[in-house]
């Protein structure tokens, strides 16, 4: 069993930057695919980035190419979104994911634990 608990989210203008945390409690955080996901009002849940739990992969969805960076630290338990040049469209609830020895997906049902999810709102 993992628990997942984001941090990071708030209030940012147009341009800025912020950084989102995810911290996971429970075994064998190296041997989870690790994933940030968003949801707008009225859309569909959305991969934004994910860091695989072998190999090193990563990928982005490419709305956020070259603006966000995700990273995680095993040691610590944690991954991490660092979001620079925000946009407005940007604005969604953040979600971090795991999935257990898994590819990454962007399918939502391929992730096994969910966090509670961060507000990130980006004004003009």
């Known amino acids: 069993q993992v628990q997942l608990a984001e941090s990071g989210g708030g209030l940012v203008q147009a341009g800025g930057s912020l950084r989102l945390s995810c911290a996971a409690s429970g075994p064998s955080f190296s041997g989870y695919t690790m994933a940030w996901f968003r949801q707008a009002p009225g859309k569909e849940r959305e991969l934004v980035a994910v860091?695989?739990?072998?190999?090193?992969?990563?990928y982005y969805v490419d709305s956020v190419k070259g603006r966000f960076t995700i990273s995680r630290d095993n040691a610590k338990n944690t991954v991490d979104l660092q979001m620079n040049s925000l946009k407005l469209e940007d604005t969604a609830i953040y979600y971090c994911a795991a999935a257990y020895r898994k590819p990454g997906s962007p399918r939502p049902d391929n992730y096994d634990y969910w966090g509670q999810g961060t507000q990130v709102t980006v004004s003009s």
């Open positions: 860091t695989y739990w072998i190999g090193s992969r990563i």
